[in-house]
């Protein structure tokens, strides 16, 4: 082990801190260095956009935390799932999407990649297999487990092994897993994820990651990235590497102050099903299988509401705030209409659901919210 040398640290600057670089120019000190800058863009620097110290440091924290070898770090969750669907696929390809899929992932894949000619399929959120639904044509499956909102997990090393076997690559948005998992340990190939939630931590920016665990992919994305012109902001990383050094705290204190909330939700007869597969329902060995632990982000899926009831108990809340989003130290509640969150025929589904993050106030100041919001739920009609 290197011992330091006091005598020779005298005097020197020795924060603990990562340093933050505000850059759009870098100079050369050479012409033949500045019209070889392209070489810089995996590994060195070329140009403040496609990479800075403080990036790349922020870059290799999501590798390590995600399991993979190299990270790329995009200004929202939504970039982190869009980039590498647009450098990778081509027209005439064929993606297969999770049906549970975030919203904008899904208009996305609907909207923008349809429209340049690639197919979109999608399959159920519960799935083990994708054989059936898999062509020549197909070059990547896209999972998200849990699902967003309504929480099915697929099982993703069966579905990787399927899909490899096709030749297809397999993406995950693992928004939810940040910090819980190793999905590359499972057949997964890129990684996505929302650094907005718990990887930021506080609600105050919004960031994602593209992680791989091979070279050679790394280079097809970045390049990809590169093209679209797309980078994240020197203050914003830093907040983000701040908030990483206290991911795991963070996400085991929520977790710890999660349990009694959903103990809690089972027991109320205005509640149908409590959506936290962590602990309960009939997904909890598959969670255990990809996941390390619970967070704060749950669902309740509502028995017999309207969106006048659901009104009547969100609109006068006091500690869970309406909003989208998750993972800062503030409890949420969100409403949402299971009737929009479907493709696939047979998992069409009605009602009303409401997803819940479980902030860090004070226990029995939740449970008195969620509690008079339930009489005001079941006092409308
Ligand atoms: C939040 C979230 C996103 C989008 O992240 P943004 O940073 O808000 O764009 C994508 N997928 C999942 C599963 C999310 O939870």
Redesign the pocket.
Known sequence: MDTPDRAADAGRFAALTVPVHHASTLTFATTSAFLGRRSQLFDGYSYGLYGTPTTRALEDMVATIEGGSRSIAVP???AA?TGPLLALLRAGDQVLVADCV?G??RDFCTEILQAMGISVAFFPSDADSIAGLLTPATRLVLL?TPG?YTMELQDIDAIAREAHAAGALVMA?N??GFGLSNLFAHGVDIVAS?L??YGSGHSDL???SITVADDALFRRIKLGVTRLGIGIAADDAYLVIRSLQTLSVRLAEHGRRTEPVVAWLAQRPEVAAVLYPHSVGPQRDRHARFFRGGHGLLAVRLRQASLARVSAMLDSMQVFRIGA?WGGVHSLIAPFDLSTARRTASARQEGWLLRLHVGLEPLDSLLADLDAGFARLNASS
């Open positions: 929202s969750g939504l799932v975030y904008s992932t998200e967003y948005d928004s939810y929302a907005s939630k919004c960031m994602g989003s």
